[in-house]
């Protein structure tokens, strides 16, 4: 039985990499990871993506489908059959049905393989007719890329972190209050490790509606079938002045944050991250400034600690993971472009250049190309001009999800970003110079023309960075 065992590994594992060779040398396979904070868009944005990749006529800015090599696109089963589908079908549903609306966001991993058939130009195209390149494409939530940080943080570090940043935030004060109130040093007990998790994660749900992003442990917003293990029931607490005993809660803490580590983080990225070749980050840049500066601020460092991720030796454990295997394009896309008016698109394309300055100049020294773009998924506004004061103002006009029409003036974006970065950087409360306004518009009803998917942003621009030379 165990000679059989063997053999049928063997076999197994000759079929595997025969499997692997095939598709490297016949049908190329591009693995894009998609993940983003929450209100981001991640379903939206490959809903549309895919309908576009499929019924290409808005998608003039990919060049494969401008010069006509991609002849034909079409779904089928993904290759990995315990990772969920991606309910295409439902969301594109509802998007485009009768009543549009926005879709509900997904808060797990779940992946989509779109193939495409490719007819390469140029002589070596005619000579080897058309390929097929599969594009899978695995959705993640951005809060547990987040968690890749703490693979190399100690419990006490991660604490003194959290806690540091917890503190001038008013979300935070039930939180602190309890944790004022708890002997860290007393024997464990189940009840008072629960009342941390619980009033720590309520913490990290009101933080995330104010408009922050670094809600770190990612799960204990996205539990799953986690919820209620003690791998989920932890917090952080203040650094001890001596090593606590044995059997105190200070320890279980550590104990169970090192659990996280090992038996939830790890895995996830054994299982997925370790096999993407592109990634795509998506920021609501708009709601952040909206929320004020100190959101700003948060983003920014969520999106350095994100590039840093995925830098070959920034993760000295992840590093010896992977090789030399490393993501070869990552997209950083700020989304709804489309809640303001086009001649501002500059500024926030400029302000996410900014964010990204310092860790996207190391990642390129690295070898991966970074881009950032403002976009729109799907494009749910219209634009007009009005005269205010003798001044010409650009509006968007979009249907509420009440279903009344409004017009938006969401404020004018600085030229130069350091207007708001360094605001945000000294820890303003607000801004002193501009009011920015946001607004929640539904999808706006439409009629497709055959051979054209949803109207988008720049959408074609961000599948030519991510895919486009993989289609030539």
């Known amino acids: 039985m165990v000679i059989g065992r063997l053999a049928n590994g063997l ?18 396979v591009i693995r894009v990871g ?21 019924d290409r006529g808005r998608m003039p800015g990919l060049a494969a489908a401008a010069e006509g090599a991609i002849t034909g696109a079409w779904l089928q089963p993904q290759p990995d059959d315990t990772v969920p589908r991606f309910a295409f079908e439902q969301h594109l549903a509802a998007l485009t049905g009768p009543a549009p609306h926005w879709p509900e966001p997904t808060s797990a991993v779940s992946e989509l393989r779109l ?26 939530p951005g809060e547990w890329l987040l968690d890749l940080e703490l693979m190399d943080q100690s419990y006490d570090d991660w604490s003194a972190e959290i806690l540091a940043r917890a503190e001038p935030r008013s979300a935070a004060a039930p939180f602190l209050e309890t944790l004022r109130e708890t002997d860290c040093d007393a024997e464990f007990g189940e009840t008072a490790a629960q009342a941390l998790a619980e009033s720590y994660t309520a913490y990290l749900r009101a ?3 104010d408009g922050f992003s670094d809600c770190t442990p990612g799960r204990f917003l996205m539990p799953g079938e986690l919820a209620g293990s003690p791998a989920l029931t932890f917090a952080p607490l203040p650094r001890p002045e001596t090593r606590p005993s044995r059997g105190a809660l200070r320890r279980e803490m550590e104990r169970r944050y090192e659990a996280y580590k090992s038996r939830v983080v ?10 993407i070749d592109r990634q795509v980050v998506l920021v609501d840049l708009l709601g952040a400034i909206h929320s004020g500066p100190a959101a700003v601020e948060d983003l920014g460092r969520s999106m350095n600690d994100i590039l840093g991720a995925f830098r070959p030796g920034r993760n000295a454990w992840l590093t010896r993971l992977l090789g030399q295997k490393r993501v070869e394009r990552i997209l950083f896309a700020a989304t709804k472009a489309d809640h ?16 990204l300055r310092q ?7 690295a070898g991966a190309k970074t881009r950032a773009m403002a976009i729109a998924s799907l494009r749910a506004s219209t634009e007009e001009t009005r005269s205010v004061d003798g001044a010409e103002l650009g509006m968007v006009r979009g249907r509420l999800e009440d279903g009344r029409d409004a017009v938006l003036y969401p404020g004018t974006l600085p030229e130069d970003p350091s207007r708001l970065l360094v605001p945000a950087q000294q820890g303003a409360e607000r801004w002193l110079d501009g009011d920015y ?16 998917g949803p109207p988008h942003i720049r959408l074609d621009r961000a599948a030519e960075f991510l895919i486009g030379d993989k289609l030539r």
Do not use: C, W
Not at 438 to 448: E, I, Y
């Open 340 to 355: 303001i008016h086009h001649s501002q698109h500059g500024q926030m394309t400029a302000i996410m250049e900014a964010m």
């Open 34 to 54: 998609v993940t983003g904070f929450a209100r981001a868009g991640k379903t939206v944005f490959i809903t549309s993506l895919v309908a576009n990749l499929m």
């Open 11 to 28: 076999i197994q594992g000759v079929e595997d990499a025969g499997s692997a060779l095939s598709e490297a040398l016949f049908e190329p």
């Open 359 to 365: 860790a996207r100049d190391r990642a390129d020294f």
């Open 266 to 275: 790890k895995p996830f990225f054994l299982d997925h991250f370790a096999r």
């Open 115 to 140: 193939s495409l058939k490719v007819q390469p130009r140029g002589m070596l195209g005619t000579l080897s007719g058309p390929r097929t390149v599969h594009l899978d494409i695995i959705d993640y």
């Open 437 to 452: 306004s946001v607004m929640k518009f539904a999808p706006a009803a439409s009629t497709l023309k055959p051979g054209e």
């Open 207 to 209: 933080a995330r509606a």
